[in-house]
């Protein structure tokens, strides 16, 4: 069924944001404000008709609905569509808008909600919105004129019917559903609370008056079941006219069509999913389809979309499977489709066969493919607030034209499509056999073979022939292994081992080639390092291996030949064998060898793209004789080496060079490279660099341990950006030309040397001095530019008559500063000020800079703070383990965010309303009963000791994180936590059941510590969870355990071992991990098709034969005992990442065809 916006009617988009306005402007539609409905809430009123709400007004004095001009007033952002607008409470500020839609049941037909149960779930699921936005509402009952209506009323009232759609399918739009009817508990409530009558328009006395709630006439349907509700979840136009357009002559459907811009349609079975794709390439001006309720042939209408002259093509689709995406491909890369540019495909069931196909498919018409997926965190099918692009389970297909070529096809086109402008087309033929001979009675069929790339060709086929065979036959032509042939006949995959002719369609097969996949190449190595016949699907295989970390202790042979397909090679700590007739692969980029290799390269040809090269502990051998490749970056050698370089030609593309530990060779008479930009000495380095040239392009010169040489006469290069001394580096450098480009300096920990005479560059950013510096800043002048200051441990002098700079942002002290600050006038700090653990002077008169943003106070520091201004740009502040001041008479500013303190009460003390964070120390262990928290507060965490109950205590509503630290082990049994609460996680002794914990359905993470070991039977997981961790010690069955279909991942502990058959995994499971202890057989096990990553930890040691992997996944990783063959294994083409510690390889594949 279709609804039509043409052109001698006003439609609007369902994109962008301009176009939702004008319908609300047009319709006269008014949205209702989130804090009007907050102190509705508070008030105990209903929620008011459109009639009332006009005259209501918030306490600001702001109307209670959203006035036109205040509309006009968005400001919408040209690159991202976000909308924001300028607010003046509690202070001139930009904040964003949200803007929500509710589908909701009239519970009564006088008032949606008279026992204000709605009411109560709009202000608690937005409230915490409020923080940083505005929340604009549009509730039919508040938003629109209600019985009875004036003549102008009604007229805006059937204006706004006629496109209410727009505001249940609009992508700037979220949609919040509330699906339940008032519980009977609710109703008491309220009746003891506000009396048994509510304030309607009666009927029968024609005007608003208080009437018994008992008298409404109620409506008990459930929301599923009204025709309003599903409106607004499968939101689409009426059927009726769907079967009117089918019906017009050719001429009248050829100009309907040719002004359609938008249509939605809704529940077409396949036969009309025929006609649709048949009539739409005549919709030459369409910008958007939406299909609501559709089967899985839905995907038929995109290359119809694209005939109709579509070049940029935007879909999002619920339920597109692999063998959809290689339909549609093949239809795409027919001569009508060759027009397209780019196809943008939101989806997050597709496989990587399917996108493969659609890859391949495009690549023939050198169009660009773009394939992400929707952000389920704003919602999908599960949770209750969606955006409205894909906001119920029926929505399968959006279509978004971005741009045309094509021009309109002429009205006389109309004769190529007769039969589906009438409704009549006749099913599909299906495949008839061509010959039959009497001997043997066997039958042959000619086959057309589609490729993706453009080219087709014809195969006859026997009846006995089974799909293997054809496939063997393709490949012989194509030349590619039959392994990596994907066979499909009418949009359905081809099972290759049964016989062909029974699953042909249309007398047409297209195939597709995919990759084999990282658990097909790791065979492949396996039977590379067990030196067997490698076959043509092995060699594909390793070809397809970008990365490979050889763990074998096994030999390398010269006889086995490296696939240049290789890009990175990593050799593992046991490797220690000559490269001696090794041919390293031409494509190899990075080459590293673990820590036992010692081996001389002469002789040795690395590849000239081999751009970073990385020698392990034990290499010390001579580079005499060794060519490096002009291509080389990055040269890192390890611990032992200790060669001279001397006669060694540096490649002069060299931009990074290390040395290890023990590396002390001179460097005179070495010529560093020109491009050269990182120079690296390990500690025992201590040669004089008097003569040596360093390269002018050097930005970072970093010295070790044990380097204590003068820098006099050393001519610094001027594009030198940052310098860093060891430890034992003690030299004075007075007289020593700092570079006008260093940005950063920093001394080691015996550096203990005065500045004066030292000339800091103007360009100085960052300076750091170590432990032992203790030397007096006065007559130093700190460059204009400096941006961080940090002292060491000693560092114990005055800073009276120090200027520093304006600029710094960030000023750290270490643990023995103790020198008072007054008199000090620090700059106008930005960023942080922290003290030294044994800092503990008095902050009286000391003024700290307005611009401030961090004050940490550490651990020695317990004076009173009675009477001192913290600056209105304070966010941050902390107070270390010995602080015990009281806070009281101490402001907080309205600008703090994160508050953190360890063993002091907060009793008495207010909170200000901009807090969002809060933590306590280690040593806290305080009661929070009586302290008010803030209605702002987003994270609560507690320190180690802290083991309070938290019986009494009222969490406030905007909580998101909620923390406690490895002591906590009190139940939670009747603790309220808040409806907004996303991140629940308990410490490491915690060890209580959570039965009779109500979780909060907002809860999106849950992460138990190491002594949790209760079963999880009869907890009741939230819908939204999407991540679930346990600890160590957790070894519970997980037999009759629910876990939520929004979970994306869960991992297990060292210790659990529990058989997972019978275990029903979500279907949007993405990560599962199991610790070291699991080994338990995966048989029965039906792991999700959405899983992408697979860890299997120390013990496991299952055969996986008979096993289907997921063909989502892409990364699987074995631990150090498992020695389980690989043969016989169906690993999915999606697999790029194989570890295996026993068979010695670890491999990734290539990301892109």
Same mark, same amino acid.
Not at 315 to 331: G, H, S, T, Y
Not at 510 to 533: C, D, H, I, P
């Given at each position: 069924m279709a609804t039509a916006s043409a052109a001698e009617e006003t439609s609007y988009g369902l994109s962008e944001p301009e176009t939702l306005i004008s319908f609300l402007e047009d319709a006269g539609i008014r949205l209702v404000r989130l804090e009007y409905l907050i102190e509705l809430r508070e008030s105990g009123r209903p929620l008011p008709r459109r009639q009332e709400a006009e005259q209501e007004r918030t306490s600001l004095g702001l109307p209670a609905l959203v006035e036109t001009s205040e509309l006009q007033e968005v400001d919408i952002d040209p690159n991202t569509a976000h909308m924001s607008v300028m607010i003046r409470h509690p202070e001139p500020r930009r904040v964003k808008v949200h803007l929500v839609s509710i589908s909701h049941m009239w519970e009564s037909m006088e008032h949606p909600d008279p026992w204000r149960f709605q009411l109560d779930a709009i202000v608690e699921e937005f409230r915490p919105r409020l923080l940083d936005s505005v929340v604009w509402i549009f509730y039919d009952f508040v938003s629109l004129h209600q019985y009875t209506r004036s003549e102008d009323q009604e007229r805006l009232f059937r204006r706004a019917l006629r496109d209410i759609f727009v505001l249940y399918s609009h992508d700037a739009v979220e949609v919040h559903r509330i699906e339940m009817l008032t519980p009977e508990i609710v109703r008491e409530r309220c009746m003891?609370?506000?009396?048994?009558?509510?304030?309607?328009?009666?009927?029968?006395?024609?005007?608003?008056?208080?009437?018994?709630?008992?008298?409404?006439?109620?409506?008990?349907?459930?929301?599923?079941?009204?025709?309003?509700?599903?409106?607004?979840?499968?939101?689409?136009?009426?059927?009726?006219?769907?079967?009117?357009?089918?019906?017009?002559?050719?001429?009248?459907?050829?100009?309907?069509?040719?002004?359609?811009?938008?249509?939605?349609?809704?529940?077409?079975? &396949?036969?009309?999913?025929?006609?649709?794709?048949? &009539?739409?390439?005549?919709?030459?001006?369409?910008?958007?389809?939406?299909?609501?309720?559709?089967?899985?042939?839905?995907?038929?209408?995109?290359?119809?979309?694209?005939?109709?002259?579509?070049?940029?093509?935007?879909?999002?689709?619920?339920?597109?499977?692999?063998?959809?995406?290689?339909?549609?491909?093949?239809?795409?890369?027919t001569e009508k489709c060759s027009h397209l540019e780019q196809l943008h495909l939101k989806c997050e069931t597709i496989g990587e066969l399917g996108r493969n196909a659609l890859q391949q498919a495009l690549e023939h018409c050198t169009a660009n493919l773009v394939i992400s997926t929707p952000n389920s965190s704003q919602g999908y099918v599960e949770q209750r607030t969606e955006p409205a692009m894909a906001s119920?389970?029926?929505?399968?297909?959006? #279509?978004?034209?971005?741009?045309?070529?094509?021009?309109?096809?002429?009205?006389?086109?109309?004769?190529?499509?007769?039969?589906?402008?009438?409704?009549?087309?006749?099913?599909?033929?299906?495949?008839?056999?061509?010959?039959?001979?009497?001997a043997g009675g066997a039958i042959k069929q000619i086959v057309r073979v589609h490729c993706l790339a453009g080219s087709s060709f014809e195969l006859e086929v026997n009846s006995g022939d089974m799909g293997w065979d054809l496939a063997e036959r393709i490949a012989a032509g194509v030349g590619r292994p039959a392994e990596a042939l994907v066979l499909t006949s009418g949009g359905s995959l081809l099972d290759l081992r049964q016989p062909l002719l029974q699953q042909l369609q249309h007398e047409e097969i297209t195939y597709v080639v995919q990759k084999l996949g990282a658990g097909r190449a790791a065979r492949s190595w396996q039977n590379f390092l067990e030196e067997t016949g490698l076959s043509d699907a092995d060699v594909a295989a390793l070809d397809e291996t970008i990365s490979l970390t050889w763990k074998s202790s096994r030999k390398l042979?010269?006889?086995?030949?490296?696939?240049?397909?290789?890009?990175?090679?990593?050799?593992?700590?046991?490797?220690?064998?000559?490269?001696?007739? #090794?041919?390293?692969?031409?494509?190899?980029?990075?080459?590293?060898?673990?820590?036992?290799?010692?081996?001389?390269?002469?002789?040795?040809?690395?590849?000239?793209?081999?751009?970073?090269?990385?020698?392990?502990?034990?290499?010390?051998?001579?580079?005499?004789?060794?060519?490096?490749?002009?291509?080389?970056?990055?040269?890192?050698?390890?611990?032992?080496?200790?060669?001279?370089?001397?006669? #060694?030609?540096?490649?002069?593309?060299?931009?990074?060079?290390?040395?290890?530990?023990? @590396?002390?060779?001179?460097?005179?008479?070495?010529?560093?490279?020109?491009?050269?930009?990182?120079?690296?000495?390990?500690?025992?380095?201590?040669?004089?660099?008097?003569?040596?040239?360093?390269?002018?392009?050097?930005?970072?010169?970093?010295?070790?341990?044990? @380097?204590?040489?003068?820098?006099?006469?050393?001519?610094?290069?001027?594009?030198?950006?940052?310098?860093?001394?060891?430890?034992?580096?003690?030299?004075?450098?007075?007289?020593?030309?700092?570079?006008?480009?260093?940005?950063?300096?920093?001394?080691?920990?015996?550096?203990?040397?005065?500045?004066?005479?030292?000339?800091?560059?103007?360009?100085?950013?960052?300076?750091?001095?170590?432990?032992?510096?203790?030397?007096?800043?006065?007559?130093?002048?700190?460059?204009?530019?400096?941006?961080?200051?940090?002292?060491?441990?000693?560092?114990?002098?005055?800073?009276?008559?120090?200027?520093?700079?304006?600029?710094?942002?960030?000023?750290?002290?270490?643990?023995?500063?103790?020198?008072?600050?007054?008199?000090?006038?620090?700059?106008?700090?930005?960023?942080?000020?922290?003290?030294?653990?044994? @800092?503990?002077?008095?902050?009286?008169?000391?003024?700290?800079?307005?611009?401030?943003q961090s004050l940490r106070c550490c651990r020695n520091f317990n004076e009173g703070l009675e009477g001192i201004q913290l600056p209105s740009s304070l966010q941050s502040l902390m107070f270390g383990r010995n602080f015990n001041q009281s806070l009281e008479g101490l402001q907080l500013p309205n600008s703090l965010q994160s508050l953190s303190l360890d063993s002091n009460c907060l009793q008495g003390i207010h909170l200000p309303s901009s807090l969002q964070s809060l933590t306590f120390g280690n040593d806290s262990n305080q009661s929070l009963e009586g302290i008010l928290l803030p209605s702002s507060l987003q994270s609560l965490t507690f320190g180690y000791w802290f083991n309070r109950s938290l019986e009494g205590i009222l969490l406030p509503s905007s909580l998101q994180s909620l923390t406690f630290g490895d002591n906590f082990d009190k139940s939670l049994e009747g603790i309220q936590l808040p409806s907004s609460l996303q991140s629940l996680t308990f410490g490491d002794k915690f060890n209580q059941s959570l039965g009779g914990v109500q979780l909060p359905s907002s809860l999106q993470s849950l992460t138990f510590g190491d002594n949790f070991n209760h079963s999880l039977e009869g907890i009741q997981l939230p819908r939204s969870l999407q991540s679930l961790t346990f600890g160590d010690n957790f070894n519970q069955s997980m037999e009759g355990i629910q876990l939520p279909s929004s979970l994306k991942s869960l991992t297990f502990g060292g210790k659990f071992n529990q058989s997972l058959e019978g275990i029903e995994l979500p279907s949007s499971l993405q990560s599962l991990t199991f610790g070291s202890k699991f080994n338990q057989s995966l048989e029965g096990i039906q792991l999700p098709s959405s899983l992408q990553s697979l860890t299997f930890g120390y013990w496991f040691n299952q055969g996986l034969e008979g096993i289907r992997l997921p063909s989502s996944l892409q990364s699987l990783t074995f631990g150090d005992n498992f020695t389980q063959s690989l043969e016989g294994i169906h690993f999915p083409s999606s697999l790029q990442s194989f570890t295996s510690c026993f068979f010695g390889i670890g491999c990734s594949l290539q990301q892109a065809w």
């Amino acid at each position: 069924m279709a609804t039509a916006s043409a052109a001698e009617e006003t439609s609007y988009g369902l994109s962008e944001p301009e176009t939702l306005i004008s319908f609300l402007e047009d319709a006269g539609i008014r949205l209702v404000r989130l804090e009007y409905l907050i102190e509705l809430r508070e008030s105990g009123r209903p929620l008011p008709r459109r009639q009332e709400a006009e005259q209501e007004r918030t306490s600001l004095g702001l109307p209670a609905l959203v006035e036109t001009s205040e509309l006009q007033e968005v400001d919408i952002d040209p690159n991202t569509a976000h909308m924001s607008v300028m607010i003046r409470h509690p202070e001139p500020r930009r904040v964003k808008v949200h803007l929500v839609s509710i589908s909701h049941m009239w519970e009564s037909m006088e008032h949606p909600d008279p026992w204000r149960f709605q009411l109560d779930a709009i202000v608690e699921e937005f409230r915490p919105r409020l923080l940083d936005s505005v929340v604009w509402i549009f509730y039919d009952f508040v938003s629109l004129h209600q019985y009875t209506r004036s003549e102008d009323q009604e007229r805006l009232f059937r204006r706004a019917l006629r496109d209410i759609f727009v505001l249940y399918s609009h992508d700037a739009v979220e949609v919040h559903r509330i699906e339940m009817l008032t519980p009977e508990i609710v109703r008491e409530r309220c009746m003891v609370a506000h009396g048994s009558k509510i304030l309607v328009y009666w009927k029968e006395d024609q005007k608003m008056m208080d009437v018994l709630i008992s008298k409404l006439k109620w409506n008990e349907t459930p929301y599923e079941q009204r025709g309003w509700c599903r409106s607004e979840k499968e939101w689409s136009a009426l059927r009726e006219d769907s079967e009117k357009v089918f019906k017009l002559q050719a001429k009248v459907f050829c100009q309907k069509a040719a002004s359609t811009t938008k249509l939605l349609i809704e529940n077409l079975d &396949a036969e009309k999913i025929e006609v649709l794709a048949a &009539a739409l390439p005549f919709y030459a001006e369409l910008k958007e389809l939406v299909a609501v309720g559709m089967p899985e042939y839905a995907w038929k209408a995109v290359p119809a979309v694209v005939e109709s002259g579509a070049s940029n093509v935007k879909i999002a689709c619920q339920n597109l499977r692999d063998e959809d995406a290689i339909a549609l491909a093949a239809d795409l890369s027919t001569e009508k489709c060759s027009h397209l540019e780019q196809l943008h495909l939101k989806c997050e069931t597709i496989g990587e066969l399917g996108r493969n196909a659609l890859q391949q498919a495009l690549e023939h018409c050198t169009a660009n493919l773009v394939i992400s997926t929707p952000n389920s965190s704003q919602g999908y099918v599960e949770q209750r607030t969606e955006p409205a692009m894909a906001s119920e389970a029926c929505v399968m297909l959006r #279509i978004l034209v971005a741009r045309r070529r094509r021009a309109p096809r002429p009205v006389e086109a109309i004769a190529a499509c007769p039969a589906a402008l009438t409704g009549q087309m006749e099913p599909m033929p299906r495949p008839r056999p061509l010959e039959s001979h009497a001997a043997g009675g066997a039958i042959k069929q000619i086959v057309r073979v589609h490729c993706l790339a453009g080219s087709s060709f014809e195969l006859e086929v026997n009846s006995g022939d089974m799909g293997w065979d054809l496939a063997e036959r393709i490949a012989a032509g194509v030349g590619r292994p039959a392994e990596a042939l994907v066979l499909t006949s009418g949009g359905s995959l081809l099972d290759l081992r049964q016989p062909l002719l029974q699953q042909l369609q249309h007398e047409e097969i297209t195939y597709v080639v995919q990759k084999l996949g990282a658990g097909r190449a790791a065979r492949s190595w396996q039977n590379f390092l067990e030196e067997t016949g490698l076959s043509d699907a092995d060699v594909a295989a390793l070809d397809e291996t970008i990365s490979l970390t050889w763990k074998s202790s096994r030999k390398l042979n010269p006889s086995m030949k490296l696939p240049q397909s290789l890009q990175r090679l990593t050799f593992g700590r046991d490797f220690n064998q000559s490269l001696e007739g #090794i041919q390293l692969p031409s494509s190899l980029q990075s080459l590293t060898f673990g820590d036992n290799f010692n081996h001389s390269l002469e002789g040795i040809q690395l590849p000239r793209s081999l751009q970073s090269l990385t020698f392990g502990d034990n290499f010390n051998q001579s580079m005499e004789g060794i060519q490096l490749p002009s291509s080389l970056q990055s040269l890192t050698f390890g611990g032992k080496f200790n060669q001279s370089l001397e006669g #060694i030609e540096l490649p002069s593309s060299l931009q990074s060079l290390t040395f290890g530990t023990r @590396f002390n060779q001179s460097l005179e008479g070495i010529q560093l490279p020109n491009s050269l930009q990182s120079l690296t000495f390990g500690s025992d380095f201590n040669q004089s660099l008097e003569g040596i040239q360093l390269p002018s392009s050097l930005q970072s010169l970093t010295f070790g341990y044990w @380097f204590n040489r003068s820098l006099q006469g050393i001519r610094l290069p001027s594009s030198l950006q940052s310098l860093t001394f060891g430890y034992w580096f003690n030299r004075s450098l007075e007289g020593i030309q700092l570079p006008s480009s260093l940005q950063s300096l920093t001394f080691g920990d015996k550096f203990n040397e005065s500045l004066r005479g030292t000339q800091l560059p103007s360009s100085l950013q960052s300076l750091t001095f170590g432990t032992r510096f203790n030397q007096s800043l006065e007559g130093i002048q700190l460059p204009s530019s400096l941006q961080s200051l940090t002292f060491g441990y000693w560092f114990n002098q005055s800073l009276r008559g120090i200027r520093l700079p304006s600029s710094l942002q960030s000023l750290t002290f270490g643990e023995d500063f103790n020198q008072t600050m007054q008199g000090i006038r620090p700059p106008s700090l930005k960023q942080s000020f922290a003290s030294g653990y044994e @800092f503990n002077q008095s902050l009286d008169g000391i003024q700290l800079p307005s611009s401030l943003q961090s004050l940490r106070c550490c651990r020695n520091f317990n004076e009173g703070l009675e009477g001192i201004q913290l600056p209105s740009s304070l966010q941050s502040l902390m107070f270390g383990r010995n602080f015990n001041q009281s806070l009281e008479g101490l402001q907080l500013p309205n600008s703090l965010q994160s508050l953190s303190l360890d063993s002091n009460c907060l009793q008495g003390i207010h909170l200000p309303s901009s807090l969002q964070s809060l933590t306590f120390g280690n040593d806290s262990n305080q009661s929070l009963e009586g302290i008010l928290l803030p209605s702002s507060l987003q994270s609560l965490t507690f320190g180690y000791w802290f083991n309070r109950s938290l019986e009494g205590i009222l969490l406030p509503s905007s909580l998101q994180s909620l923390t406690f630290g490895d002591n906590f082990d009190k139940s939670l049994e009747g603790i309220q936590l808040p409806s907004s609460l996303q991140s629940l996680t308990f410490g490491d002794k915690f060890n209580q059941s959570l039965g009779g914990v109500q979780l909060p359905s907002s809860l999106q993470s849950l992460t138990f510590g190491d002594n949790f070991n209760h079963s999880l039977e009869g907890i009741q997981l939230p819908r939204s969870l999407q991540s679930l961790t346990f600890g160590d010690n957790f070894n519970q069955s997980m037999e009759g355990i629910q876990l939520p279909s929004s979970l994306k991942s869960l991992t297990f502990g060292g210790k659990f071992n529990q058989s997972l058959e019978g275990i029903e995994l979500p279907s949007s499971l993405q990560s599962l991990t199991f610790g070291s202890k699991f080994n338990q057989s995966l048989e029965g096990i039906q792991l999700p098709s959405s899983l992408q990553s697979l860890t299997f930890g120390y013990w496991f040691n299952q055969g996986l034969e008979g096993i289907r992997l997921p063909s989502s996944l892409q990364s699987l990783t074995f631990g150090d005992n498992f020695t389980q063959s690989l043969e016989g294994i169906h690993f999915p083409s999606s697999l790029q990442s194989f570890t295996s510690c026993f068979f010695g390889i670890g491999c990734s594949l290539q990301q892109a065809w």
